[in-house]
């Protein structure tokens, strides 16, 4: 063997030695993703039910996190410190989050609509027949209040001067006051509508606010209430997870739809603070529907420029720009 010829060979032994080493360093298991979840008690977190119970796969070497928070302000706090990666809140909450600079972007819309007058009044039939009477609602400036007072005005009743709308009464007191039957009329959502028809026959849905508030707003407007939303700098390191998450969103979201009862049972047991068979009783009237940000953006614009008109600091002060709905 020639010089020449031994050189050549011990360098392409020396390469080859590089080369079976090389794949074990590219074949290193990559950092496990943790994914925290969050949704409140209630109807806005009845749609992921079946994804909290069986916790689908979102990719290799990715773990789901799922939480129920008590209260707004708790998963409100956990959104400003940034230690939630996908959320469902109220549409308004997440436009006045994006506003106050925090990067979440709406994903998808969930739930359109969960609110109802209901009341033992027997003599309402119109919105003119509100004239002269009291109408109770939780917090000035929330959305229940936003939504009785647009329609009130869209209906030829003055909100401030036809009627008087309380406030006194805390959610869960005012059901209570209306299956007594000590309250005539009240804003609800769902599922105390059900639970307060249930218990007290006498009491009736007079109003659904998501049709009244369509047929008010006209085409392509509707009660765009509850939304999904996902942090920013985690979908951009994470685009694959994310979309991953909103296809199981989807289907979770139409199972719940099909199987109400079943969801009804998963809904209780996972702490969602409704009893399964009132679950199952609400569903229907929930208005739980998947529809994606850039299909949905129209709708929820046009939700935006009513709270603006009634409660500009609910929504922080102006509608949200482009940056706030996430693109795929």
């Known amino acids: 063997m020639t010089l020449f010829a031994a050189v050549l060979l011990i360098t392409a032994l020396i390469v080859g030695c590089g080369k079976v080493q090389n794949p074990q360093t590219q074949n290193k298991t990559e950092e496990k993703v943790v994914v925290h979840i969050a949704g409140l008690q209630g109807p806005t977190s009845i749609g992921m039910i079946k994804m909290i119970e069986n916790k689908p796969s979102l990719g290799t070497n990715v773990e789901s996190d799922y939480q129920v928070a008590k209260t707004p302000d708790i998963l409100v706090s956990k959104l400003i410190s940034k230690e939630i990666d996908i959320a469902t809140v109220p549409t308004n909450l997440a436009a006045k989050i994006y506003n106050k600079g925090i990067d979440y972007k709406l994903a998808a819309m969930n739930t359109w609509g969960v609110l109802y007058m209901v009341g033992s009044e027997e003599n309402i039939m119109q919105w003119k027949d509100l004239k002269g009477k009291t109408i109770n609602s939780v917090g000035k400036g929330t959305i229940p209040d936003i939504a009785v007072r647009y329609l009130l005005d869209k209906n030829g009743i003055n909100s401030e001067k036809d009627v008087t709308i309380d406030y006194t009464i805390a959610q869960v007191e005012l059901a209570q006051a209306v299956i007594a039957g000590k309250v005539k009329l009240a804003v609800l959502p769902e599922p105390f509508v059900t639970m307060v028809t249930t218990k007290n026959p006498k009491v009736k849905v007079i109003f659904d606010i998501k049709k009244e508030w369509d047929k008010a707003s ?106 706030f709905y996430y693109q795929k």
């Open 218 to 323: 006209g085409s392509n407007q509707e009660f765009a209430q509850t939304c999904l939303l996902v942090k920013g700098e985690f979908a951009n390191k994470n685009p694959a997870i994310v979309n991953r998450f909103l296809e199981e969103y989807k289907e979770s979201i139409e199972w719940v739809n099909a199987n109400k009862a079943e969801a009804g049972r998963l809904v209780e047991k996972n702490g969602i603070g409704i009893k399964a068979k009132i679950a199952e009783m609400a569903i229907p009237r929930c208005n739980i529907r998947y529809e994606d940000a850039n299909t949905a953006k129209a709708k929820v614009e046009s939700f935006f420029k009513i709270i603006l008109k009634y409660s500009p600091k609910d929504i922080g002060g102006k509608i949200p720009d482009e940056g």
